[in-house]
């Protein structure tokens, strides 16, 4: 039997580094038809601010495995929808996840196949359970970043498709200062 290493490293609870990780950077021109209001995408894409920033610890793609990632969401609105990431499914739908927030203000929007979705508000020190079968996308509801971590099963894959040409049944804004989750003019079943 080979045995892997064990691994301890630290989070920089300030900016969501994780030493040694894998970086990606995910800009506002990664996020071409997810916002809404086209209009206000296009105007702010002259600018195509990062959005979000990932530092994952991946492992094989092997049932039992566990990978592990924060991201760094940073404030920011496209008409009056808060930044998100984009959100997913896993490949293999029945894989859950965990999510912990570290900094900032957000939430997760969560959702079923068939639609249905939740909003859970998350500040540091939350917990949230992504159940299997369940899409997931974080935004950033305030004017600081907000950073958290998440740890997956390695094998779970991310299936982006659906999320891509359909978007969630809800949409995260900011109206008279306050933030709504409102019904999506724009989801189609
Ligand atoms: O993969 P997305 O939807 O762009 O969101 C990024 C975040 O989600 C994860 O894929 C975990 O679900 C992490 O790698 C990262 O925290
Ligand atoms: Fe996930």
Redesign the pocket.
Known sequence: MEYKNPLGVDIDLETGVIPGAKKLV?RLGDLKGYFVDEKAYEELLKENPVV?E?Y?IEQEEKDGDLNF???VLYPGKVGKEFFF????YHSKADRA?IYYGIKGKGGMLLQTPEGKAEWIEMRPGTVVYVPPYWA??TVNTGDEPFIFL?I?PADAG?D?GSIKEKGFSKLVIEENGEVRVVDNPKWKE
Request: glycine content about 6%; cysteine-free.
């Open positions: 995910r979000y990932v994952a990632a924060t991201t990431t984009k959100g997913h996840e997931h996308r998440a997956y991310h982006y």
